[in-house]
């Protein structure tokens, strides 16, 4: 099992930066493909960005490519997500998922952590 904690949500005004954590545990490994979804208000769950064992691969959704970038730290067992020139539409529950390489869909899931974007 791995266990996934997000940190570093918060309120920010529009334009604005903040950087997420994600601590992991348990049978963490580098080889694990780890990602980042989030959730709007009245939406579904929706991709943002991924990160490969090796960091040497990265994917954005056309909705945030250019102001988010992703980064892991596999000495640190921790997953990072810079947001910058932040959007009201960024508004949304960000959650930190990671699954072995190959798998399928993502096995482990974080609780969640608030990022509000106010006007």
């Known amino acids: 099992q791995v266990q996934l904690v997000e940190s570093g949500g918060g309120l920010v005004q529009a334009g604005g930066s903040l950087r997420l954590s994600c601590a992991a545990s348990?049978?963490?490994?580098?080889?694990?493909?780890m990602a980042w979804f989030r959730q709007a208000p009245g939406k579904e769950r929706e991709f943002v960005s991924a990160?490969?064992?090796?960091?040497?691969?990265?994917l954005y959704a056309n909705s945030v490519k250019g102001r988010f970038t992703i980064s892991r730290d596999n000495a640190k067992n921790t997953l990072y997500l810079q947001m910058n020139s932040l959007k009201t539409e960024d508004t949304a529950v960000y959650y930190c998922?990671?699954?072995?390489?190959?798998?399928?869909?993502?096995?482990?899931w974080g609780q969640g952590t608030l990022v509000t974007v106010s006007s």
């Open positions: 998922a990671a699954t072995p390489a190959g798998a399928s869909e993502y096995k482990y």
């Open positions: 348990g049978r963490t490994s580098s080889s694990l493909l």
């Open positions: 990160i490969r064992g090796t960091a040497d691969s990265t």
